[in-house]
Structure formats: structure tokens, C-alpha cells
């Protein structure tokens, strides 16, 4: 098992070091600059990602494409659809677990509100593009538009959004303990790896 925390290189390129400038010293950018280097940032990544996987190890991956679109997508005058453009054909993922939290749970943690994108209306915007996405994951299957349209009762079942050919996802919900959460996405985790063992790395959303 390989253990990534971020889908991007940052540091070592160019590109890396224009993004951490970005994040870390809060450098002021155009919002379609900053989506378009995160996006060429994971393309760096990719020649990596199936290297790794060609090695017979899995990945998991601490937010990735999906991520980049849905909070891009909530930024002002920023298209849904221009903003996934740029990822289509990266390594898709074999499953994507979602752990779904209410904003209003999610600010009574500890240090809500530190980082950059960590606010209430901006967060409710990410949260409604997660659900788009899941739906358009789920290639039109009405039952599983309806369970993106309600994550909150998804996660309450431990639902699986699978449609026709696109990444199944799995929304848990996210306010029960550390262990519980351990043990669900262990199971997932595992039933992934078993049913990628032989197939090929798909494109993303192509």
C-alpha cells in the first residue's frame, strides 16, 4: 500500500513552487491561474501514479481532481465543467470515498475557519459541486442523482453511488468516531483493491 497525502508534487517543479507561494505566503493570483496549475501540477504526478500502480501497490490519495474542481467551482464566475476540462484523462481513481459533515458540524471543530477556503458560504458552495460531481460520476443513473442530491441521508445508510462506467463513490458519514470510520473504509478499501487487481487505470471522466 502506497500512502500519498497529496495528489501533486508542489516543491520539486516549478509549477510546485508557485502553488506553495500561492498557499502558504498567500500570494495574490487570478482564480483560473491558480486552478490551471493545480491541474498541470497532477500531471506531473501521473507519470508517478502509474508507475506505482504498474509496481502492483495501490494509492490513496488525500483529496485529488475531484477536490481541485469542486472548490474551483465555487470561486465567482468559475464554470463547473471549465474547471474539470483541464483534468480530464488523469488516472481515475478505482473508488472515492466521501466523508460527508454538515458545515455546521464542521465549524464547531477545533480551528474551523484557519485556512484559506474555510468559510461558511464558500464551503456550502464545495459541498453542493461534490454532489454535482458524484452525480456525474453516476452517468445519469436517477437513484443515484437523487442519493448526490441528498448527502446527508446517503451518509447516514453508508450509501454506494455507482452508475455506468463511472468511479463509484462512497459517502460515510463523517461525524462518527475515528474507529468506525476505520473499519468502513478499511472494507472499501479492500473490496476496491480486489476488483482493480485486474483491470486497466481508466481516464478520468472520459
Known amino acids: 500500500m502506497f500512502c500519498d497525502l497529496?495528489?501533486?508534487i508542489h516543491g520539486p517543479t516549478a509549477i510546485g513552487q508557485m502553488i506553495n507561494a500561492?498557499?502558504?505566503e498567500g500570494k495574490d493570483m487570478d482564480d483560473r491561474a491558480v486552478h490551471l496549475?493545480?491541474?498541470a501540477n497532477r500531471w506531473e504526478a501521473k507519470a508517478r501514479i502509474e508507475s506505482v500502480l504498474a509496481s502492483g501497490k495501490s494509492i490513496?490519495?488525500?483529496?485529488y481532481a475531484y477536490s481541485g474542481v469542486a472548490f474551483s467551482g465555487a470561486k465567482p464566475g468559475l464554470d463547473l465543467e471549465w474547471c474539470a476540462t483541464p483534468n480530464r484523462g488523469l488516472p481515475a481513481p478505482d473508488c472515492v470515498v466521501y466523508l460527508d459533515l454538515s458545515i455546521e458540524?464542521?465549524?464547531?471543530r477545533g480551528q474551523f475557519g484557519a485556512e484559506r477556503y474555510e468559510k461558511e458560504d464558500f464551503q456550502r458552495k464545495v459541498a453542493a459541486n461534490f454532489k454535482v460531481l458524484?452525480?456525474?460520476?453516476?452517468?445519469g443513473d436517477e437513484q443515484a442523482v437523487s442519493?448526490?442530491?441528498?448527502?446527508t441521508t446517503a451518509a447516514a445508510k453508508g450509501t454506494e453511488i455507482r452508475g455506468a462506467g463511472g468511479t463509484p463513490w462512497h459517502v460515510l458519514d463523517a461525524s462518527k468516531s475515528m474507529d468506525e470510520l476505520?473499519?468502513?473504509?478499511?472494507?472499501?478499501?479492500?473490496?476496491a483493491v480486489s476488483s482493480a487487481a485486474a483491470a486497466p487505470v481508466r481516464g478520468l471522466w472520459v
Request: net charge negative; aromatic share 6%.
Open 134 to 139: 458524484m452525480a456525474k460520476d453516476a452517468a
Open 60 to 63: 490513496v490519495c488525500d483529496r
Open 37 to 39: 496549475l493545480f491541474s
Open 22 to 24: 500561492y498557499l502558504a
Open 6 to 8: 497529496k495528489p501533486t
Open 105 to 108: 458540524q464542521a465549524m464547531a
Open 147 to 151: 442519493a448526490a442530491d441528498d448527502a
Open 182 to 191: 476505520t473499519v468502513e473504509i478499511k472494507a472499501i478499501a479492500d473490496a
